[in-house]
């Protein structure tokens, strides 16, 4: 069964303290990896597409990397304002008509100033 | 940038209202998609569709229809409203069907049924 996880839960981190956000995924092939950012009460921000592995996307203080199995979101001296809980999504091969895009649950992301 | 809209951003209903939740993209994408969102749960997909008058089911489409008349509207449509559809629904858009891109979302309604 297609599967998208993402470790850890939640992550609390000082400003400043760089760290990285894993997404590792199960799919019978994969089409795409998507990383989102999404604030309270709001929809999902666009950040990243990675399409094969070895592929890295950046972006500010985020980068994106990609293996077989796995994607890593390694944030870089994170300020407050990058606060945020951030989702994973696969676009996997289906049979269907239309590739499936699963979610991953997130993971919620605080800086403490 | 691609813009998405939803037509409100709270709704509050009764239980056996019949609730039209109404998405608009302005950048002459194809593909559109409604989700709710519930905490622990994820975003599970509902209805998504990718062409005007298409429509494919989603994951949870149960209590659920959808309405695309115009390329640009995507309309989800609750028949008779439940105390267990109470969450926050998102729309989203992406260009192509078929191809691997991404999806934009709109602000999200929170929808309470009481």
């Known amino acids: 069964e297609d599967q998208v996880t993402q470790s850890p839960e939640a992550l609390r981190l000082q400003e400043g303290e760089s760290s990285s956000l894993n997404c590792s995924y199960t799919v019978s092939g994969l089409r795409g990896l998507f990383w989102y950012r999404q604030d309270p009460g709001k929809g999902p921000e666009f950040l990243f597409t990675l399409y094969s592995a070895g592929e890295e996307k950046e972006k500010e203080r985020l980068k994106a990397t990609l293996t077989k199995k796995e994607s890593f979101l390694h944030i870089t001296a994170p300020k407050p304002e990058d606060s945020a809980t951030y989702l994973c999504?696969?676009?996997?091969?289906?049979?269907?008509?239309?590739?499936?895009?699963?979610f991953g649950p997130g993971t919620s992301l605080s800086v403490i100033p | 940038d691609v813009k998405v809209t939803q037509s409100s951003r709270y709704l509050v209903k009764r239980t056996g209202e019949k609730v039209f939740l109404e998405c608009v993209q302005d950048m002459d994408h194809e593909n559109m998609f409604w989700y709710r969102q519930d905490p622990g749960l994820g975003l599970r997909l509902i209805y998504f569709s990718y062409d005007v008058k298409m429509k494919e089911k989603g994951d949870i489409p149960e209590g659920y229809s959808v309405s695309r008349e115009k390329k640009e509207r995507f309309s989800l449509i609750l028949e008779s409203a439940s105390t267990n559809q109470t969450s926050m629904y998102l729309c989203?858009?992406?260009?192509?069907?078929?191809?691997?891109?991404?999806?934009?979302f709109g602000p999200g309604t929170r929808l309470t049924v009481l």
């Open positions: 999504a696969v676009q996997a091969l289906s049979q269907t008509s239309y590739d499936k895009v699963i």
């Open positions: 989203a858009s992406s260009l192509y069907r078929g191809s691997y891109n991404e999806q934009f």
